[in-house]
Each structure stands twice: as structure tokens, then as C-alpha cells.
């Protein structure tokens, strides 16, 4: 059983400031760092290290952070195998954090968005009964509801983190298993205030499962048999990046090993705490040791 990953990975270039600027205010960073990040990385790697078989496919940039990026996930035993490499720099993200670990975030995603239907059909070609796939929202439209809908006609799990939200989802929502948001794309998504009529909406429309992230006030899990809150532990936040993905690739790689939603939603939501106490996305996402201590009772 794999889990198939299809996202981006990219450099992620880090301004650390005490507060976010005014409109026309220039302030200085008391920090800068890179490390590598994009939000299919960082979910690979999160589930592989909770310990799920991953294949991840993605294009990577020609540059000299390529050699980097291969290397670090031939350590996280993720295979390099179905990686393209384009003929453009890799994609970068700047990122500014405050003193409270919020940030901003732009990124360019030249890489991914040249993703096509060949490149999406060989995954698809490779995909087993009872496999699943992981996407975010940084695919072009139509590389996402062929992934969606095919990967449903062949039995495989689909988890869908629609973020960011660039289309219309509501068409692919009876072919995903499992839906993961924050609370402002549930409504962007569902142009409902309210979370729990946002999720009431989305479970109509056809979706099974849905998880809306709210940040240090924790989640909402809700479905038609059951609904749950889980509240985020309290840490000491310097930095929130990434952690988001933590949660997601975590949560689908305890989903897969056998627990069930609120199990694996505490143990998910613990490990994305954990990494925001952390300065930096593949930096911060949680280790081994730090994995097991979160699954012992």
C-alpha cells in the first residue's frame, strides 16, 4: 500500500521581524533563513516519517538547490524516481514571520503548474487498489480533477488539502475521501460564516470526511456519523509555517496505519504544535523520537 503525493517542493526564503509592516513601511528582519519547503514536500515528508510508504511526484527546478532537494528525500526514504526536472529555477517562497510566529506567505509556482496530463496519467498508470493520493491546491485545474476523479474510478483513497484554492472544488467533492481546510477556505469554499454550516454544506455536496483547521484554536472534525473538536496543545509559537502540512501529512499517514479520525487527529495536531515551536518548514517538521513519544498513550 502506497500513498502517492502529487505537489510541489521549492526554497523557502524566511524574514523574521518583530511585526508585519504598514502599507509603504520599511522595516528590517532580526533573522533570515532557507531551508526547503512546498507544501507537497512537506507532507511527503511528514507521512513518511510517521512511517507510510510514499511516492511522490512532483517537477523540480534545474538549479543548484536540485541536488539538495534529491538528497533530502532519498534520506527520508521517498523515492526520486518519478521526479521531472524542468528547465526553470526551482520555485521559491518569501516568508515573513512576526514575534508571534503569523506569517505571510508569496510564492511562485512555475514548477508545479507545468504539471501535465501525461506526467499525471503515468501516476495514475502506477496506482493499485487500495492505494491512496494526497493533493493539494497548487495544481492546475485540470490536473487536479483528472488525479480526483481517476484516482476514485481505480479505488484509491483520495485526501484533498484544497489549499491554496485557486477553482471550484464542488464537483470533485463525491470522489474525495477526506477533506482538509482552514477555516477561511471553508469559506471561500462554502461562502458560509459559520464552520459548522460550511461542513454541513460540504458534507451535501458529497464529501466524506472534513477537517477544518483552526490554527492554535485547534480543529473541527465532521462527517455524517460523527463531529469532534480537538483543541491545539499550548507551546511556545516562533513560527507557524509549514505546520499546517505537518497536520496533513501526519493525519493521512496515522489514517493509513489504522487509527481512527480523533486518534489520529490528536496525534497530528500534537506534531503540528511541535513544529511550530521551530524555526523553519523541513527544519521543523517532527523526528522519529518525537513521533513515538506522541504515539505512546
Not at 85 to 105: A, F, H, L, R, W
Not at 190 to 205: C, D, E, P, Q
Not at 257 to 274: F, P, T, V, W
Amino acid at each position: 500500500m502506497k500513498l502517492f503525493v502529487l505537489g510541489n517542493v521549492g526554497i523557502d526564503k524566511f524574514y523574521y521581524v518583530k511585526k508585519f509592516p504598514l502599507n509603504g513601511e520599511t522595516i528590517l528582519s532580526n533573522r533570515v533563513i532557507k531551508d526547503i519547503g512546498g507544501k507537497g514536500f512537506n507532507q511527503a515528508v511528514a507521512a513518511a516519517r510517521v512511517g507510510t510508504k510514499i511516492s511522490f511526484w512532483t517537477y523540480l527546478g534545474v538549479d543548484k538547490f536540485n541536488k539538495n532537494i534529491l538528497s533530502i528525500l532519498k534520506k527520508e526514504n521517498i523515492s526520486t524516481k518519478n521526479i521531472f526536472v524542468t528547465d526553470y529555477k526551482s520555485d521559491e517562497s518569501i516568508i515573513v514571520v512576526n514575534e508571534k510566529g503569523d506569517n505571510y506567505i508569496i510564492s511562485s509556482c512555475n514548477n508545479a503548474l507545468l504539471i501535465d496530463l501525461d506526467y499525471a496519467n503515468n501516476m495514475l498508470k502506477e496506482m493499485r487498489d487500495g492505494d491512496s493520493i494526497l493533493l493539494q491546491g497548487n495544481l492546475k485545474k485540470e490536473i487536479t480533477y483528472l488525479s480526483v476523479k481517476e484516482s476514485y474510478k481505480k479505488k484509491v483513497k483520495v485526501f484533498l488539502n484544497a489549499s491554496p484554492i485557486t477553482h471550484d472544488y464542488l464537483e470533485l467533492l463525491p470522489y474525495v475521501d477526506t477533506l482538509i481546510i482552514n477555516e477561511t477556505e471553508n469559506k471561500q469554499l462554502t461562502n458560509h460564516k459559520n464552520i459548522s454550516a460550511g461542513n454541513k454544506y460540504l458534507l451535501k455536496n458529497g464529501v466524506k470526511n472534513i477537517i477544518t483547521t483552526k490554527g492554535k484554536d485547534g480543529i473541527i472534525y465532521s462527517s455524517y456519523a460523527k463531529k469532534f473538536c480537538i483543541k491545539s496543545p499550548k507551546v511556545n509559537v516562533v513560527d507557524t509555517t509549514g505546520a499546517g502540512d505537518v497536520f496533513c501529512g501526519s493525519l493521512v499517514a496515522f489514517l493509513l496505519k489504522g487509527n481512527d479520525y480523533e486518534e489520529s487527529c490528536n496525534k497530528a495536531i500534537k506534531l503540528a504544535s511541535l513544529s511550530a515551536t521551530i524555526f523553519g518548514t523541513y527544519l521543523s517538521i517532527p523526528n522519529g523520537y518525537e513521533i513515538a513519544n506522541v504515539n505512546k498513550p
